[in-house]
């Protein structure tokens, strides 16, 4: 039997990162429908952060979350829409929220070790209905052994699949197949992975991934997402074709979709460039590179720096706050 | 004045270690459901203390205050039969069925309050920066982005992350008079444990940079009275009319270690409450 995996999309939620958050319902109703003609399985919209990121730290959404969820349920008609939702951002009101503006599905992220935080969300999203992973973020942070430990309080809540996250396009593709196998080999759900491109391995590490047995696998069009961006959905779905595993995507309709609806709007190429470069090398949770830039700006220091520094601190995930302590710290606490 | 603690956990424990040490307070009893660590220490320090739950405080008329670090479900039972046996409550948990205090900020206003609740430990780190700024530059918007380590986070926070953001949220509001309040919680692993750090964000009406750190470095110093690991990491930053603070709370070390300043903030705010009320005090701190 041909292997099968299937794509999640989060060009509409780790896209936002690179967006600035500020995707408008046009442009939510536009992707989402060429992404759901094109064979995503489910279609993940909501802030970068998550449901209810919108904020000082993250950055405002320029359009409520809700409306762009509802703007995409409007003309979604095969794919599942989900969100997001970190614990200690968002809460279960949020959720429910989300499940009356149209989600049929939600991921449920922490940070590596500390998935015991998202047992009340899992719980209640399954109570609704949804179809739900857990979502283990950082995951370079964290040995296999002590990941599994963790996938397994999901697995025991009662999530759908667990998604590992190299939120920081930290991992080589021998690091992803330790982590996916273990999980492989003693769970009963399925594994997914999320990968990010700043040492250039999102494409080959997502390979990698689906090698070692996982079967979700995150994507983006144009790779575009936090830091040097996601798996880059058009040139994953040629690789899945060119290894003969059916991933539901159509690669001329993703490319299409890529070239002729969000080319245009992006803000910048998806490139690595030093900065994003850092971010991996050191271990930095991708959504900072933005912020760091703008610090780096008003202190007048190197982007570069306050990531290295960041990554010393072992920052995790939605410590955006911390760039400012650290270019602060860096200044002898003083502006320029 | 005669206190007794119910629950005699990790936030019971170092409150108990908090008042011995007081020089107005007093323990008359601790109270707990199980046999455990706490109620053994308690009564090793001479303290008497029991698991038949709350009846001997009840019943103990020299008995005039009582701290509740139990659960919001346990202390909304316990509630209506401390008020029936005229008992002021210092409530620690998340029930909030009094209202929130933070002592720098507002005791004034309410100290005759028969029932209090202590709001969070990101509240109480993070509130009196807020009403400081609000006095200063008048607060639209106030975010706080509280960071704990991952040891100091037990069972009882990890199981109620939403009432945390939601609690927290509330309070700005009420008490640091925010016209809009919102809280996030981080939880980090790191190894050596990282002390407590609370980025507060406001969004304001009159940003005047002299006016504002005068009264944000007034209030520190205030808080410091009954937290001295309490300190900035930055002085306030204006950007337009965005102002951002960081603080730091570092633990005594009474009982908990000190990168548990989340709750080690939690607990002198509550024992700084009870002092002034043994002292019969109605100011502010």
């Not at chain 2, 990790?10 to 011995?20: A, P, R, T």
Request: net charge negative.
């Amino acid at each position: 039997m041909e292997k099968q995996i299937r794509v999640v999309d989060t060009t509409l939620r780790d896209g936002s990162h690179a967006m600035g958050h500020s995707y408008t319902e046009e442009q939510v109703k536009e992707i989402a429908g060429r992404l759901d003609d094109a064979g995503a399985f489910l279609i993940e919209i909501s802030h970068g952060d998550g449901l209810s990121g919108s904020s000082l730290n993250y950055g405002f959404s320029e359009v409520e979350e809700l409306r762009l969820i509802r703007s995409a349920a409007s003309v979604v008609k095969k794919a599942r829409i989900g969100a997001l939702l970190l614990p200690g951002i968002g809460t279960i009101e949020d959720l429910k929220r989300a499940g009356e503006a149209g989600i049929s599905a939600v991921r449920i992220a922490t940070h590596v070790t500390e998935a015991d935080i998202a047992l009340q969300h899992i719980r209640e999203a399954k109570k609704m209905g949804l179809f739900t992973a857990g979502f283990l973020m950082m995951v370079h942070m964290a040995e296999p052994e002590e990941i599994l430990e963790q996938a397994k309080l999901f697995e025991d809540c009662g999530a759908d699949y667990v998604n590992l996250a190299d939120s920081a396009g930290y991992l080589m593709p021998e690091d992803v197949r330790r982590r996916v196998e273990i999980l492989k080999e003693h769970l009963t759900i399925p594994v997914g992975f999320h990968a990010h491109n700043n040492l250039s391995l999102a494409v080959a590490n997502s390979i990698a991934a689906v090698e070692a047995g996982a079967e979700y696998i995150d994507c983006t069009l144009r790779g575009l997402g936090a830091g040097a961006g996601n798996c880059q959905e058009e040139v994953f779905a040629g690789c899945m074709e060119r290894m003969g595993i059916a991933s539901g995507l159509a690669m001329e309709k993703v490319m299409d979709a890529a070239e002729e609806v969000l080319e245009p709007w992006m803000k910048r190429p998806q490139v690595i460039d030093n900065a994003s470069l850092m971010l991996g090398y050191a271990g930095v949770y991708s959504s900072f590179l933005l912020h760091a830039r703008r610090a780096a700006d008003r202190f007048g220091l190197k982007t570069s720096d306050i990531l290295k520094e960041l990554g010393r601190r072992k920052m995790v995930g939605g410590q955006e706050d911390m760039i400012v302590d650290v270019a602060w710290q860096m200044k002898g606490g003083r502006l320029r | 004045m005669k206190t007794a603690i119910i629950g005699p956990g990790n936030i019971g424990s170092d409150l108990m270690y908090k008042i011995l040490k007081n020089p107005v307070l007093e323990i008359g009893y601790v109270a707990g459901i199980i046999e455990s660590e706490g109620i053994r220490r308690a009564k090793g320090l001479g303290i008497p203390a029991g698991i038949d739950g709350i009846g001997p405080i009840l019943e103990n008329p020299e008995i005039e205050l009582v701290f509740d670090a139990t659960s919001a479900a346990a202390h909304k039972a316990y509630a209506p039969m401390l008020r029936a046996a005229g008992k002021r409550v210092i409530d620690l948990t998340p029930a909030a069925i009094g209202p929130y205090v933070v002592p720098t900020v507002n005791y004034q206003k309410i100290n005759q309050e028969q029932e209090f609740n202590m709001v969070t430990c990101g509240g109480q780190a993070t509130i009196p920066i807020v009403a400081a700024i609000n006095q200063a530059a008048g607060v639209e918007y106030a975010e706080i982005v509280s960071c704990i380590s991952s040891k100091s986070a037990g069972p009882g926070t990890r199981a109620n992350i939403d009432e945390f953001t939601v609690t927290t949220a509330k309070a700005l509001e009420e008490v640091g008079r925010a016209k809009k309040g919102k809280a996030i919680i981080i939880l980090n692993p790191a190894d050596p444990p990282i002390m407590m750090t609370n980025t507060i964000y406001t969004l304001v009406e009159k940003p005047d940079e002299e006016k504002i750190r005068k009264s944000v470095m007034e209030m520190v110093e205030r808080v410091r009275r009954y937290v001295p690991g309490y300190e900035l990491r930055t002085l306030p930053i204006l950007t337009g009319n965005q102002v951002t603070v960081i603080v730091q709370v570092t633990g005594a070390g009474d009982f908990l270690p000190v990168y548990a300043g989340n709750l080690d903030i939690i607990n002198s705010a509550a024992v700084a409450v009870a002092e002034k009320i043994a002292r019969k005090e109605s100011k502010a701190l």
